[in-house]
């Protein structure tokens, strides 16, 4: 009888231990389940980027160019929108300057070449009438004369092509977003930057006030 209480006792004894062992780590795996919950739920919170190759209206957690820029807000997106705008109308202006300063090249070209001309043919005439055509000589003479930029001026050419060129490739790959919005944004600053750049006055094809610039087709892309 002894021995069969001792064995009953100490079954008992090994039954309680385990129980108790297993009820200290029903905490544990608890409070596991609990940080995975709170973990997961807190990963659903920020959003994943949005991104679509297929015409889309997304705005709030939209992803452009890489995964850091993402659209947490609507006001962070009316400022993407309002950037957008600027950057064409950018371009524009780096359109703008390119013939402006091709312009400007010209002009100074044909002044010295006519300020040499005239000095080469003025004493070929006397009466007033010879004057004029030894003006009219130095004035075709000059625009006869092919000009070629030195390597300062060349290099200010390149330089604003290559402003050009990046910006509107930029510019090109937030348009392949297909984003409604993005794509809005692109046409009013085209048209917003033309209508305020482009407005002068129109001369002959080819003339001095003719478009010496930079080729490129309405869009901004390079041939």
């Known amino acids: 009888m002894d021995g069969m209480s001792m064995t009953r006792t100490a079954a008992e004894s090994a039954t309680s231990a385990i ?3 297993l009820s200290s780590m029903e905490p544990t795996s608890t ?3 609990g940080m995975e919950g709170m973990s997961s739920m807190g990963s659903d919170t920020g959003g994943a980027c949005k991104v ?3 015409w889309n209206w997304d705005t709030i957690d939209a992803c452009f160019l890489s995964e850091s820029w993402q659209i947490k807000s609507r006001g962070a997106f ?3 929108c309002i950037g957008i705008v600027c950057l064409v109308i950018l371009l524009e202006f780096l359109r703008r300057a390119s013939e402006t300063y091709d312009r400007y090249l ?3 070209h044909l002044k010295r ?3 040499l001309a005239a ?3 003025n004493g070929s005439s006397e ?3 010879g004057s004029i055509i030894a003006k009219e000589s130095a004035v075709s003479l000059a625009s006869s004369v092919p000009f070629r930029p030195n390597v300062f001026q060349q290099a200010i050419r390149a330089l604003l092509h290559t402003l050009h060129f990046a910006l509107a490739y930029w510019i090109m790959l937030l348009a392949m977003y297909y984003n409604g919005y993005i794509i809005i944004c692109i046409i009013i600053g085209a048209f917003v930057g033309f209508f305020a750049l482009q407005w002068e006055s129109i001369g002959p094809p080819g003339g001095i006030d003719g478009n010496h610039g930079i080729g490129r087709d309405g869009t901004g892309c390079h041939g």
Do not use: P
């Open 78 to 80: 009316a400022g993407l």
């Open 127 to 129: 009466t007033a009438h």
């Open 106 to 108: 010209l002009r100074q």
């Open 119 to 121: 000095a080469v043919v």
């Open 19 to 21: 129980h108790s062992t």
């Open 31 to 33: 409070s596991a389940a």
């Open 52 to 54: 679509s190759m297929l």
């Open 113 to 115: 070449t006519s300020a």
